[in-house]
């Protein structure tokens, strides 16, 4: 969850954040640390849009948060018209996002989360270069995140 707040603080307008990982590896958890990051409101609850495949959250910038584990590929998402939600302003953040991969923008940062024990997991973060060093610098203020 803090390490998700964190980077809700960096991310911007247009930022799209690709989450990958096995069920359990917190995905979810983590958006709703970026969601808190991004200024949610406390009192909203964050939840993964399994079966409505997309959610939105205002914030000091909005929040659109996918679930794509029940389409079958790219194909179900361009039918809905994902392209404004991509560039509409908000950040965008898309769980199981290797089913789509083919069609995120480029400069998408990507999550790749695993499941190490009950308590721990291993994040891996990937992204344009700008966007990762202020990931990095809010990741590395304060707290007790261990890196390795």
């Known amino acids: 969850m803090e ?4 980077i809700g603080t960096a991310l911007g307008g247009g930022d799209i954040v690709a989450l990958i ?5 917190g995905k979810t ?7 808190k990051g991004l200024g949610v409101a406390e009192n909203v609850p964050v939840v993964s849009p399994t079966f409505t495949l997309v959610n939105e959250y205002p914030g000091r910038i909005p929040l659109v948060h996918f ?8 194909g179900d998402l361009e039918d809905m018209g994902y392209e404004e ?3 509409g302003g908000g950040v965008v953040v898309i769980e199981w996002a290797e089913k789509v991969r083919e069609i995120l923008p480029e400069k998408t940062i990507v999550v790749r989360m695993a499941y190490v024990d009950e ?3 291993e994040l ?7 966007t990762m060093g ?7 203020s304060g707290g007790s995140i261990s890196w390795r």
Do not use: W
């Not at 891996?124 to 700008?130: F, I, K, Q, S, T």
């Not at 202020?134 to 590395?140: D, G, S």
């Open 3 to 6: 390490i998700g707040r964190r």
């Open 29 to 35: 958890c983590l958006t709703q640390g970026m969601a």
């Open 134 to 140: 202020k990931l990095e610098e809010r990741l590395k």
């Open 21 to 25: 990982g096995e069920l359990g590896s």
């Open 85 to 87: 939600y991509f560039y």
């Open 124 to 130: 891996v973060l990937e992204g344009p270069p700008e």
């Open 67 to 74: 679930d794509v584990y029940r389409l079958s590929g790219p």
């Open 119 to 121: 308590n721990t997991r």
